[in-house]
């Protein structure tokens, strides 16, 4: 089984609220159908959750009441995109099922906690079930926002996948932001020791933690045994060949976090 993570900047245009870039994503849904790939399926907020969310600051927890109309905002909008995105992977022909992540999992300082038996019990029907960053109830800070990188690490901890991958919109990390770089250099392995050279800054909204967050993350993901590979779902194929074995241009995150 292969825990897949599609990107929010990969779904959506995240300088524009509530662009959803629904060819893409029917091809990518259509790139893991074809693949043969048992999966379990999470999607960024892109920009249906990070504008609202940055600017009432949602992920510091509760601050005051007028933050609750955002709160409610996020989690409807979320709501819109899980939508269409199951409804692209069901026409690409996926045995597919919405978890939402308030269903079986809050947090408590941040951390996640929670329940996985409905997600075992799916993954033993052979349906994949499909998750995204959204709100969630917070035990410490009344709410917060649980990523959906933060579900990804807790999905490899209780499932122990074969590989991990996340699809974003470059061909990898790089040494500087790509997108206003011309000179920035594609870091083809990570390890805990160059994460230090990779960028840390994004021109774009995330209140998720930014590049060095992720990488952290994906860091704590990799083993020894199972690599977490960033890979450039813009460009036709390039999920469907990785998902097959083939060698593709990517970053592979290799050997844990210390």
Not at 136 to 147: H, L, N, T, V, Y
């Amino acid at each position: 089984m292969i825990l897949i993570k599609l990107g929010g900047s990969v779904i959506t245009d995240k300088s524009r609220y509530r662009v959803f870039n629904r060819r893409r994503v029917s091809r990518l849904c259509e790139e893991i159908k074809r693949s043969g790939k048992d999966a379990i399926i999470v999607h960024g907020a892109g920009s249906f959750g990070h504008v609202v969310a940055k600017q009432f600051r949602l992920q510091d927890g509760y601050i005051s009441d007028d933050q609750m109309p955002a709160v409610v905002k996020v989690s409807h909008d979320m709501r819109d995109l899980n939508n269409m995105i199951m409804d692209e992977l069901i026409d690409a022909g996926l045995n597919v099922v919405s978890v939402p992540t308030g269903s079986c999992f809050e947090l408590d300082g941040g951390e996640m906690i929670g329940n996985v038996d409905v997600l075992k019990g799916y993954v033993g029907l052979g349906i994949m079930p499909v998750m995204f960053g959204d709100v969630a109830i917070d035990r410490q800070r009344r709410f917060g926002i649980c990523s959906g990188d933060k579900i990804m690490e807790f999905l490899a901890s209780v499932f122990s996948p074969e590989m991990v991958v996340f699809v974003s919109d470059v061909d990898g990390l790089y040494d500087r932001d790509p997108k206003t770089d011309k000179n920035a250099i594609l870091i083809e392995a990570v390890s805990y020791d160059t994460l230090s050279t990779a960028a840390t800054d994004m021109a774009v909204a995330d209140v998720t933690g930014g590049v060095r967050a992720k990488m952290e993350s994906m860091l704590r993901m990799s083993s020894p045994e199972r690599d977490c590979v960033l890979v450039n779902g813009a460009v036709k194929g390039r999920l469907q060949s990785l998902l097959s074995g083939e060698e593709v241009i990517c970053t592979r995150v290799k050997g844990g976090i210390r």
